[in-house]
Nanobody, 121 residues
Framework: QVSLVESGGGLAQAGGSLRLSCAAS????????MGWYRQAPGKERELVAT???????KYGDSVKGRFTISRDNIKNTVYLQMNSLKPEDTAVYHC???????????????WGQGTLVTVSS
């Protein structure tokens, strides 16, 4: 069983910054990919950013140059530094991990419950 718990969401003004964290737990040996997706009201879930265990990153077009993803493989934690926030960044941000090897076997993917980010204009 793998659990992902997000923290750091909240209210920010346009142009401001927030930092999200997501800690994974559950007898984890390794996680190939960790990342963030978001879903705004009435919209489909979209990619924000992912990072591999080796540090390779991928970003959604709408956040490139403003958001930075990083991870701590020892702490099994992924971070999302969000700068130059815009009202259209308002969404529930979900942490995810994929290709997880645990003490009890392989887990294809896991998702957190999400943390709300609200950006006011």
């Amino acid at each position: 069983q793998v659990s992902l718990v997000e923290s750091g969401g909240g209210l920010a003004q346009a142009g401001g910054s927030l930092r999200l964290s997501c800690a994974a737990s559950g007898s984890i040996y390794s996680m190939h990919v960790m990342g963030w997706y978001r879903q705004a009201p009435g919209k489909e879930r979209e990619l924000v950013a992912t990072v591999t265990r080796g540090g390779g990153t991928k970003y959604g077009d709408s956040v490139k140059g403003r958001f930075t993803i990083s991870r701590d493989n020892i702490k099994n934690t992924v971070y999302l530094q969000m700068n130059s926030l815009k009202p259209e960044d308002t969404a529930v941000y979900h942490c995810t991990a994929a290709n997880i090897v645990t003490a009890t076997g392989y887990v294809s993917d896991a998702w957190g419950q999400g943390t709300l980010v609200t950006v006011s204009s």
